[in-house]
């Protein structure tokens, strides 16, 4: 008797053993929605190689584009944007000259701010767009993926996700003003950590901590300005109010492409993962740069 209950208690943990590898045994179907620019070429690598490992992907991406074009290791899904072919050549290149010009630095900043409130515009409109897609939304429900990838950049993509209900995986570098910090509820005091431009280290005399805590104060209307839409939209989809933050706690597992060779040491959750160098797949040696301190 108590030999039949054993047996039929290793045949249940068989059984379930079998069941737990059972999902993973056969590939998964990713829901893939890049960033545009160079930030998908980093991106591509990684559907590439869920592809070779039985995978299925669907890539998401506006219809006017730059780089998203159509490979055999993933299907490319694309939805209509509110913009002409012209208007999206003028938002990628009718600023470029900006650059090159010697006007005075005011009349280049105020051209720099509306260029990104631009582009920044572009991305939400096209994303309410894709979200108020009907027929494409059910039939992104309806295939039921197992996981979104998404660079959260613009969090179109996490919004998505949220919207589906299906666990996001982020794909990033960062998220301007520390949005990824407070994604992830992650630690970020000011008094420890050089924000971005400061030209800080992490050892900071008094002053210096104190140029830490204004920097970041100038980029917050910039961010307000390019992220706020986003919680607006999402306030309306889901008919409540909802933040960037919880937008952004989607995520289950942040994907960082830095390292801490670069990058000051700081302190991290436990779904952050850095994966630096992930987007090198073409290596080529460093060519011989002099910089002058270190030249003989
Ligand atoms: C921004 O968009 C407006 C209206 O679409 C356009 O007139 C303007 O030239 C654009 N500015 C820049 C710097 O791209
Ligand atoms: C997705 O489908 C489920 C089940 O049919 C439904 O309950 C849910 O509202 C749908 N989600 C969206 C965003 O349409």
């Known amino acids: 008797m108590v030999l039949g209950l054993r047996s039929r208690l290793l045949g249940l943990a068989g059984l379930l ?9 056969e590939g998964g179907k990713v829901l893939v929605m890049p960033m545009e620019g160079s930030h998908w070429l980093s991106m591509r690598k990684v559907v590439q190689e869920l ?6 992907a669907v890539v998401l991406a506006p219809e006017l584009n730059v780089l998203i074009k159509g490979e055999d290791t993933f299907t490319l899904k694309t939805y209509s944007i509110p913009y002409t072919q012209e208007e999206f050549h003028e938002l990628l ?4 000259g900006n650059m090159f010009e010697t006007t005075d630095f005011l009349k280049k900043f105020l051209n720099t701010f509306t260029a990104m409130r631009n582009a920044s515009m572009f991305f939400h409109r096209s994303c309410a767009e894709l979200l108020y897609n009907k027929p494409l939304i059910r039939q992104l429900n309806d295939s039921s993926f197992d996981v979104v990838i998404t660079d959260p950049v613009f969090p179109c993509g996490a919004l998505l996700a949220k919207y589906l209900s299906i666990p996001a995986v982020f794909f990033l570098r960062a998220v301007p003003c520390d949005l990824d910090f407070e994604g992830t509820q992650c630690p970020n005091p000011s008094s420890y950590i050089p924000r971005l431009m400061t030209m800080n280290s992490d050892h900071m ?5 104190v140029k830490n805590m204004l920097y970041p104060l100038g980029l917050k209307s910039i961010c307000h300005m390019s992220y706020d839409p ?5 306030s309306e989809l889901f008919q ?7 937008i952004l706690s989607h995520g289950s597992v942040w994907l960082f492409r830095g390292d801490f060779v670069l ?4 302190p991290i959750m436990p779904n952050m993962v ?7 797949a073409n290596r080529k040696p460093l060519s011989q740069v002099c910089m002058l301190p270190l030249c003989n």
Do not use: E, K, M
Not at 205 to 209: A, E, I
Not at 240 to 246: E, G, P
């Open 274 to 280: 850095f994966i630096g160098g992930i987007n090198c």
């Open 93 to 96: 290149f009718g600023n470029s």
């Open 230 to 234: 986003y919680a607006s939209l999402a």
């Open 240 to 246: 409540r109010d909802v933040s960037l933050v919880d």
């Open 51 to 56: 592809h070779a490992r039985g995978h299925q």
């Open 17 to 25: 053993l079998w069941l737990c590898v059972l999902p993973w045994a």
């Open 263 to 266: 990058d000051y040491p700081r």
């Open 205 to 209: 005399t008094f002053l210096q901590r």
